[in-house]
């Protein structure tokens, strides 16, 4: 019989609620701190997102439950494409010739082509319930745009989407794809917001950035009473919705029989790789499983667990989200345009922050060509041609299975790939033609960006 390679479930394995690791964090002793009130600097009461958030997603940002209830119409809209695959990448292991197991949880078979819709369709479901009549974000790779996009289409709710420029550029078929469903696409920063302005005024060639994009997508939500901000990355909620991933994951590497040595992903704000990472770390932090493995990825162009510092800083350049105490760069710190557009973000989840910073997690960062090499070398065993993004996970899987090759060692590996890239071909017909350029990290900027931040005093 031929090996088994693909573990699927079936539609009623759906999970029935998403896992909090924050409870699960701070009886491990992790406790995290509060977001500050930009102002006072004195931790936010939940009224301050009112104008922003609906009330349930506020709870579930500040929520101390374990475990809490997927609605039936989310679930319902998930079995679109839920539960996604888990395959074991053979093909690739053989090319390696490692003895190492590579298991990879694929996100792309989602309609947008990304972990994305976990998290929009929840969101948009909660703020139609809240009676929003619009959705106002940004985007950076266009996966999000496209997904708050279609989730807004199923509830029936208006969506403006702030694209950030360089890859509403890059990426024509991600902007069309997007109004395919309905939404308004404005590339960022525009004229039509104060916070856009401001930065044309300093740099009227500016090639945008997620926190200038968060800025102007919050300026709309907070000056019109009809519309809500929807955030795709970052924050507790976000990852809360996106745990379907690993608990899904969970019940598929049971189901192949094997125990991940080291679970890899992404990370750009922390959603898909905290959605995959998180159900698993239950198990480290509750000391069932304390020598798995994390390792976190991100591009060298944009090094924020790798180089940033851990301090309190805002979300978006604006300076109008209140502060969080996260890995940053600087919220005004512009990544060099990657084609990772997903990943350039100057902060990061203050949860998978913190879980770095504690020593549960570990943190790579990789250049663009390194990231293309592994991405055309997975596309050639596996069939898949992944997103940018995702291609950085692939990257630290390579490097996983050759050291465990190496080594001479077993190891059981498992990546979060986050979605395909066939939106993407500029970036690989770029690649494939002559090598990226080596967009460099500019530490004179972070330094400059991190001389900027608020004072104010960390544990
Ligand atoms: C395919 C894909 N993977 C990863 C990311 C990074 O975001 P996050 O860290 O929230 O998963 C993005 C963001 O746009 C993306 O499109």
Redo the contacts with the bound molecule.
């Keep these: 019989m031929t090996e088994r390679t693909r573990f699927d479930l079936p539609q009623d394995r759906i999970p029935s609620a998403w896992q909090n690791l924050l409870p699960v964090m701070a009886g491990a002793g992790i406790q995290l701190l509060p977001p500050l009130h930009p102002g006072t600097k004195q931790p936010v009461t939940p009224d301050l997102f009112a104008p922003l958030f609906p009330e349930q997603l506020i709870l579930q940002e500040v929520s101390t439950d374990e475990w809490i209830d997927i609605p039936g119409e989310v679930i319902d809209v998930y079995g679109l494409w839920r539960p996604s695959p888990l395959h074991r990448a053979t093909r690739l292991e053989r090319a390696l010739d490692t003895p190492a197991h590579i298991y990879f949880k694929y996100?792309?078979v989602s309609p947008a082509?990304?972990?994305?819709p976990n998290t929009a369709v929840a969101q948009a479901f909660y703020n139609k319930k809240a009676g929003a009549r619009r959705l106002a974000t940004e985007?950076?790779?266009?996966?999000?745009g496209s997904s708050l996009a279609m989730a807004c289409s199923f509830f029936d709710l208006d969506c403006l989407v702030f694209m950030v420029k360089a890859s509403y550029e890059q990426k024509p078929y991600r902007r069309i794809f997007i109004e395919t469903f309905g939404a308004e696409v404005r590339p960022s920063p525009t004229s039509t917001t104060q916070a856009g302005k401001k930065i044309l005024e300093e740099n009227p060639d500016s090639t945008g950035s997620l926190g200038i994009a968060i800025s102007e997508a919050i300026e709309v939500a907070a000056t019109n009473d009809d519309t809500n901000y929807s955030i795709?990355?970052?924050l507790n909620h976000?990852l809360l919705h996106?745990t379907v991933v690993g608990l899904e994951a969970k019940e598929q590497m049971e189901m192949a029989g094997e125990v991940p040595d080291v679970v890899v992903?992404?990370?750009?704000?922390?959603?898909?790789?905290?959605?995959l990472a998180y159900p698993f770390m239950a198990d480290r932090l509750r000391g069932d499983r304390p020598n798995m493995r994390f390792l976190a990825t991100e591009p060298a162009a944009c090094p924020t667990l790798t180089r940033g510092r851990f301090a309190y800083d805002f979300g978006d350049t604006g300076q109008m989200t209140p502060l969080l105490p996260m890995y940053t760069l600087g919220h005004d710190f512009v990544p060099a345009p990657v084609h990772?557009?997903?990943?350039r973000?100057h902060g990061?989840?203050p949860s998978l922050s913190l879980l770095v910073r504690e020593g549960h997690m570990e943190a790579r960062a990789y250049s663009q060509n390194e990231v293309f090499d592994a991405a055309v070398q997975f596309a050639k065993a596996q069939g898949i041609v992944p997103?940018p993004?995702?291609a950085h996970a692939i990257r630290g899987a390579i490097d996983e299975a050759v050291a465990a090759r190496d080594a001479g060692e077993s190891r059981v590996i498992l990546i979060g790939l986050?979605?395909?890239g066939h939106f993407d071909m500029q970036a690989y017909d770029d690649y494939l033609n002559a090598r990226l350029p080596e967009v460099e990290f500019d530490p004179a900027q972070e330094e400059a960006a991190l001389a900027r931040l608020p004072e104010v005093p960390i544990g």
């Design positions: 996100e792309g082509g990304s972990h994305k985007t950076g790779a266009g996966q999000w795709g990355s970052c976000v996106q992903g992404c990370v750009g704000g922390g959603s898909n790789y905290g959605g990772a557009g997903g990943l973000y990061d989840s997103a993004e995702s986050s979605g395909h």
